[in-house]
C-alpha cells in the first residue's frame, strides 16, 4: 500500500504528515551529517542539541535560507531522515505533497522536488505555501470568492488573493522573523556592545516587541556576552531598542500586502473587504501586527487559529483529495 506524506520544510522549521498518522514531526529545519560516512546523525531538534557541541567529522546543517534550498544534497539527506523517523522506507515508494514559497523560482522548485524524490519518494508534488494554508484554514480556495491570506514565515513573506483554485494577485518578500531576529541582534551588538544566543533573541521579540510599539517603558534582563571581551555578563534590554530594530521589517511586510491587495480586481477586492484577511506562520504572532496590518489597509485582519501549522494541515487535507486538486499541483509544479 502506497504511502502518503505531507512535507512543510520551513527556513526554521519543518512539519511532516502522513495520511494515517497526522503531523508526526515539527521540529527545528536542521541536520547533523557524518563528513566520513555522508549518514544523517540527527534531525530536528536533536541536531539542533548539537550545535558547537560536535567532533570535527559532524557537521549541522541549515538547508534552506529566505524559503529557498540553498544545498540540494543536504536538502535531500534532511528529507531521507525524515522518512526514517516517520518510518517510510524507500520500499513505501511514497508519494509526497511538499509546500513551496509562492517567490520560489523555477530552478528552486525543481530542486525541491527532486530532493524528495533522491530521498525515496516516487513522486513529489508541490503547492504554493499561501493555498495550503488557505486550505487548512477551510477557506473556499476552489469557489469563485476571493480568499485573502498571508503567509509570515521566518525566512519568507508571502501575501495572496486566492480564486478558483489558484493565487490572482499576490506579492512576496525573502525577509520573515529571522531578519527581525538579526535586526535586534545588530542592535544589541551596536549599541549595548553585546551578542546573545538565538533563543534569547526570540524570547526579546515575544515579550519586547510591538509592531505599534505599545511596550514602550518595558525591558527584560538577559545574558549576554561582550563583544570586544567575550565577558558574561546581565544587560537590560528596552522595548523601544526592539521596536526600532523592527520597525524597518514590519513597515515593509505592511507594504507588501498593501500591495497584493492594491492589485486585486474589484470584484474581489469586494470579497475581501466583507471577508477580512488571514494571517499565517510564525512571524504572525508579533505583538499587534495584525492591528497594525488593519490601519494601514482598511481590511479586517484575523490571525488564523494555528497559524505555526496552517500549512501543513492544508498539506495533510490534501493527502485526503490528492485527485480533486490537480489544478492546484500544475499551479505550483511550473
Not at 547533523?32 to 546543517?61: C, K, Q, W, Y
Not at 513522486?123 to 480556495?141: F, K, N, S
Not at 521566518?154 to 483554485?165: F, Q, R, T, Y
Amino acid at each position: 500500500m502506497a504511502l502518503d506524506v505531507a512535507l512543510d520544510i520551513g527556513t526554521s522549521n519543518t512539519r511532516l504528515a502522513t495520511s494515517q498518522r497526522g503531523i508526526v514531526f515539527n521540529e527545528p529545519t536542521m541536520v547533523a551529517i557524518d563528513t566520513n560516512t555522508g549518514s544523517v546523525v540527527e534531525v530536528g531538534f536533536g541536531a539542533l542539541d548539537m550545535v558547537a557541541r560536535t567532533p570535527r567529522h559532524v557537521v549541522v546543517f541549515r538547508p534552506l535560507a529566505q524559503g529557498a534550498t540553498v544545498d540540494f544534497d543536504v536538502t535531500a539527506r534532511l528529507i531521507h531522515g525524515l522518512f526514517d523517523r516517520a518510518g517510510v522506507s524507500k520500499l513505501s515508494r511514497a508519494r509526497v505533497v511538499m509546500s513551496v514559497p509562492s517567490l520560489a523560482t523555477s530552478i528552486e522548485r525543481r530542486a525541491l522536488r527532486q530532493a524528495a524524490i533522491q530521498a525515496g519518494a516516487r513522486e513529489a508534488t508541490l503547492i504554493e505555501a499561501p493555498i495550503a494554508a488557505a486550505i487548512g484554514m477551510g477557506l473556499p480556495v476552489q469557489d469563485p470568492v476571493g480568499s485573502a491570506v498571508t503567509v509570515l514565515g521566518a525566512g519568507a513573506s508571502e501575501a495572496a488573493i486566492i480564486s478558483l483554485g489558484g493565487i490572482v494577485t499576490g506579492s512576496a518578500r525573502r525577509q520573515g522573523g529571522n531578519d527581525l531576529d538579526a535586526a535586534i541582534a545588530t542592535s544589541l551588538r551596536i549599541q549595548l556592545g553585546v551578542v546573545v544566543a538565538p533563543l534569547v533573541l526570540e524570547s526579546l521579540k515575544l515579550s519586547l516587541a510591538s509592531a505599534l510599539g505599545r511596550t514602550r517603558g518595558k525591558s527584560e534582563v538577559v545574558l549576554a556576552r561582550t563583544v570586544d571581551r567575550g565577558d558574561l555578563v546581565e544587560v537590560d534590554v528596552d522595548a523601544e531598542l526592539v521596536n526600532t530594530a523592527a520597525n524597518d521589517l514590519v513597515t515593509a511586510t505592511v507594504r507588501m500586502i498593501q500591495e497584493c491587495l492594491g492589485d486585486a480586481p474589484p470584484d474581489l477586492s469586494q470579497d475581501v473587504s466583507a471577508r477580512g484577511l488571514t494571517l499565517t506562520g510564525g512571524h504572525a504572532l508579533l505583538s499587534d501586527f495584525a492591528e497594525l496590518i488593519a490601519t494601514n489597509t482598511g481590511v479586517e485582519v484575523n490571525i488564523a487559529e494555528h497559524p505555526e501549522t496552517a500549512v501543513i494541515e492544508g498539506l495533510a487535507l490534501c493527502l485526503e483529495e490528492m485527485s480533486n486538486l490537480h489544478a492546484l499541483y500544475r499551479g505550483a509544479d511550473r
